[in-house]
């Protein structure tokens, strides 16, 4: 007789001896604290199934209650400690069945839900939920299970974009809430308008005008903190919007700057989350700054403005030039090389470098050496270099003067005002605490003293508070006061009528003189075509007209002068004449050349040092010697034959050693007696014509041909 079998008795044959030798897990999770809070009948259900598990078959003291993932979301295994716990025991063969209200609280990921099939399948671990028990390693129940994951994870996905939708829609429409920065507060009505209090928004205003005057966050920090000034901060939620007056920092200033809300803008998805950089349990990481043309929303005009979104456009500009990378001037800094971040290599159009030595600067193109290994690409002094270029930008400038006088006045008058009104709100608010103070004090009854006592206190404080302002209004306005006197708008029109005083002021700082450069120069080109004292500039004004122009810079070595030629010449011509060095030295300073080094003119020890190294002397005796020793066919130290060569010392110093040319040393005389009449000359100069490789090439027949007279002489084969 057959008898039908029904889903539970089916249900009931796939539980074995072993599964109930195993742990019962109840699993129990939420995705959101809110739910914990008012959707408490799926918590019952949930830890109802403890009953199911009895039902089949399992005693109370194998069943395990795992409700670690209360509040946390089922889309990752990661951040789920109760989940992971799950899986070790199930791996170890400690389970015998999973119990869940539904397969989508197990898991809404199809990476982890089918790793945990995969486990369970393994060590014969079954499944069951409010709809029957499945067995994975059965085919039906495993493919019935792979499918009821897949809806879990498209229900999130669902859920998900439904709510994205959502939220674009009404953003779209500029409805969407979001926290207000400083200076912003939302109305009744939900409407975004200024701060109320003027002081707030004094200060907001303050600080976009100091950022268009000193170009850098840094900057305007300090004259924030040089003046006392701070912000106004309010709580976001209803309950507590009181004002609260905070130090600046550097961060809520660049928050403030990049915020498109001060230029009237309504802006969503200005931060995204990037699933690479999304860190386990923490939901606010992950978030990144995306560029405009990705924000999901962009409407203007939407909010009250405080700048132009053209004065927004150009802070963002600003800030990014700011910004220390390759490719950028970045922002003026410290030192005294005027031009770090402005001159740019003409040989490889690479940026070059500032190096300083003491209180000296030099421009260094070193991208080739530092990247791979190879030479300095140029390499120039500051000092001639900047001189010309200072020159320049005061010449461009000097048309400017008149206007730069009036604009100066307008802006300090400006500056003058704008702290004044500053003190103003800040000794109006202390007047206004003071008064307060006092109502609250005289409103107590005076019977009720526990809290006279307390009002009375607060009086105290604020009345020292107002008068530490007062002290601290007092002694700036005596330092600064409001308004300019008639002894400082007469300087300040000397000044501006007078740019090089301006510009060589002593109160005029480096970064100062940097940033006027910045404002009419983009960038500054130089090149050496011989690697001489030449240096070919071309600066590239900002309006797009260039100039050029030839700059004369020290060299290291007297050789590397493009005149060098003329020098020798020069030189030698006085030595024949019978001239002295400094006689010397005035005719080369009456034709206009210059040392190599940093001095302007020649004197006597650098001539001398010349004909040295000419093997030359403007002694009368060492004269006589020479002539008579070069009547001889010898010379009288290396650099004299070096010279006439036209090759290096260092070059004939080892074909000394080597042999191939023949000298003498008188004792305790290190002074080289060289033997070199017209055929060794002559000889000498082929050899140094002749290129490297065969130079070498005879250099291994010479020695090979030794070897085989040493092999003959000594009766022996080779």
Not at 453 to 470: D, G, H, T
Request: with cysteine.
């Amino acid at each position: 007789m057959n008898v039908p079998v029904t889903g539970k008795l089916l249900s009931h044959q796939k539980i074995q001896r072993s599964h109930l030798d195993g742990l019962a897990i109840v699993y129990v999770r939420q995705s959101t604290l809110g739910q914990l809070q008012r959707h408490q009948e799926s918590t019952r259900l949930q830890y109802a199934l403890v009953e199911y598990a009895e039902s089949l078959g399992w005693t109370p003291d194998r069943i395990v209650v795992i409700d670690d993932d209360l509040g946390k979301s089922g889309s990752s295994a990661a951040g789920r400690p109760g989940f992971q716990r799950l899986v070790t025991e199930v791996s170890l063969g400690h389970v015998g069945l999973i119990l869940g209200i539904d397969m989508s609280r197990l898991a809404r990921s199809n990476r982890d839900w089918h790793h945990l099939l995969e486990v369970c399948a393994l060590f014969r671990t079954l499944i069951a939920d409010m709809d029957g028990l499945y067995n994975p390693m059965d085919y039906n129940d495993r493919l019935l299970l792979g499918l009821k994951g897949t809806m879990s994870e498209a229900e999130l996905h669902v859920l998900k974009n439904r709510l994205h939708e959502g939220k674009l829609c009404k953003a779209r429409r500029g409805e969407l809430r979001s926290r207000l920065p400083t200076g912003y507060v939302r109305a009744a009505d939900g409407q975004v308008q200024f701060d109320p209090d003027e002081q707030v928004q004094h200060v907001i205003a303050l600080i976009f005008r100091k950022f268009d005057e000193l170009g850098t966050i840094h900057a305007v920090l300090r004259y924030l903190v040089a003046h006392q000034v701070k912000l106004g901060m309010r709580g976001q939620s209803r309950a507590d919007a009181r004002l609260e007056w905070r130090r600046p920092n550097r961060m809520t200033l660049q928050n403030l700057l990049h915020h498109p809300i001060y230029a009237g803008v309504y802006a969503y998805g200005r931060r995204q989350t990037d699933a690479r950089k999304l860190q386990a349990g923490r939901p606010a990481t992950g978030r990144v700054v995306m560029p405009m043309d990705a924000w999901h929303v962009c409407l203007r005009d939407q909010v009250p403005a405080y700048i132009s979104w053209e004065a927004y456009q150009s802070h963002l500009a600003r800030l990014a030039a700011n910004r220390n990378v390759a490719g950028q001037a970045g922002v003026a800094r410290g030192g005294t090389g005027l031009l770090s971040g402005l001159i740019v290599c003409g040989h490889c159009g690479n940026r070059m470098s500032v190096r300083y030595q003491g209180t000296r600067a030099a421009y260094n193109c070193s991208r080739d050496q530092g990247n791979y290994g190879g030479s300095t690409c140029f390499h120039c002094a500051s000092t001639a270099l900047e001189a010309w270029v200072v020159s320049q930008v005061l010449e461009a400038l000097s048309p400017a003067s008149l206007a730069l006088s009036l604009e100066t006045l307008q802006h300090v008058q400006a500056e003058r005002t704008a702290l004044s009104l500053h003190w103003a709100h800040q000794l109006e608010r202390a007047e206004y605490e003071v008064s307060r103070a006092a109502r609250q004090y005289q409103a107590v009854e005076p019977e009720h003293r526990l809290v006279a006592r307390s009002l009375e206190r607060a009086w105290e404080q604020a009345l020292e508070a107002q008068r530490s302002v007062q002290e601290e209004y007092a002694r700036v306005h005596q330092h600064r006061p409001g308004t300019l006197s008639e002894a400082e708008i007469a300087q300040i029109n000397a000044l501006a009528e007078d740019l090089p005083a301006l510009w060589f002021a002593p109160t005029t700082t480096t970064v100062e003189r940097k940033e006027i450069m910045r404002i009419v120069i983009e960038r500054v080109v130089v090149s050496s075509d011989h690697a001489d004292e030449r240096v070919s500039v071309v600066i590239q004004w900002c309006g797009g007209h260039t100039t050029v122009g030839t700059v004369t810079r020290p060299v290291a070595r007297i050789k590397q002068l493009s005149y060098y030629s003329e020098l020798a010449a020069t030189v030698q011509q006085g030595v024949a004449a019978g001239q002295t060095a400094q006689q010397v030295a005035d005719e080369l300073n009456a034709l206009g050349y210059r040392p190599a080094k940093r001095t302007l003119v020649w004197k006597a020890e650098m001539v001398g040092s010349l004909a040295g190294d000419l093997g030359l002397s403007f002694s009368r005796l060492a004269r006589v010697a020479t002539a008579r020793l070069q009547r001889r066919g010898e010379w009288w130290r290396l650099p004299g034959l070096a010279v006439t060569l036209g090759m290096p010392s260092v070059t004939l110093y080892h074909w000394l050693r080597q042999g191939q040319v023949q000298g003498r040393r008188e004792d305790g005389d290190p002074t080289w007696w060289i033997w070199a009449d017209e055929q060794e000359f002559a000889r000498l100069k082929m050899r140094r014509s002749k290129p490297r490789g065969e130079l070498a090439h005879d250099r291994w027949i010479h020695q090979a041909n030794a070897v085989d007279s040493h092999h003959l002489k000594e009766g022996t084969d080779v």
